[in-house]
């Protein structure tokens, strides 16, 4: 059963406007939150996280917001870039281990 | 350090044969990761060690699926007899604990 999903198969921006990515999780233990982004033919690569004691992580064009309430996080991209272009997936982990447990993930496209 | 290594990158079997795919972790990485890749489910944890010990293998699929850690620097996944419905890209990944996790490029297997 998925413990982490992301119901937007897709997602279509203009370059320059804003991306929004969201991610819903189930498990309130979870307690540790990231987003990677892969690019066809390649791994995984880290991109963000955030820790539940934190409600928003800033990194540069990338922000994640978390509200625990309602076990919801988003990705913003500001302002998106057509090499944004790959497919994002949103993955939490709980104290007990260090499993991470992923979304189906988000294609995300920006047209030039 | 060259990051999380996996071979082979594609591997093509025909149903019934033994398949085996190997990872080699980030130097220094306590955990390791094994996941599979489906349009259906995203990213599937299928089990992860720590210290070289299996800590959940709950996500193997079947009997079939089995891996080994032997040593810090190396794993195996394999799969006895092989089906199609095996065939996915699989991920290898290393972590430190509560730190995310470094993806290999991933093997995609086609069993026909």
């Known amino acids: 059963d998925q413990q982490v999903k992301q119901n937007s198969p897709s997602l279509s921006v203009q370059e320059g406007r804003i991306s929004i990515l969201n991610c819903d999780y189930t498990n309130s233990m979870f307690d540790y939150f990231l987003w990677y982004k892969k690019y066809p033919a390649e791994g995984p690569t880290f991109l963000i996280s955030i820790s539940s004691i934190k409600d928003k992580n800033e990194d540069g064009r990338f922000t994640v917001f978390l509200n625990k309430s309602a076990k919801h996080l988003s990705l913003h991209i500001v302002p998106s870039q057509p090499g944004d272009s790959a497919v994002y997936f949103c993955a939490a982990s709980g104290r007990t281990g260090n499993q991470f447990y992923f979304g189906t993930g988000t294609s995300l496209t920006v047209i030039p | 350090d060259a990051g999380v290594i996996q071979s082979p990158r594609h591997e093509v079997t025909e149903m019934g044969q033994e398949v085996t795919l190997r990872c080699k972790p980030i130097s220094g990485h306590d955990y390791l990761f094994w996941y599979r890749q489906t349009m259906m489910r995203g990213l599937e944890l299928l089990i992860y060690f720590n210290n070289n010990v299996p800590i959940d293998d709950s996500g193997m699929p079947e009997d079939r699926f089995s891996a080994k850690m032997p040593n810090a620097s190396f794993s195996t996944l394999k799969i006895q007899p092989s089906e199609p419905r095996d065939s996915a890209v699989y991920f290898c990944?290393?972590?430190?604990?509560?730190?995310?996790?470094?993806f290999g490029q991933g093997t995609r297997l086609t069993v026909v």
């Open positions: 990944a290393s972590s430190f604990y509560n730190t995310e996790a470094f």
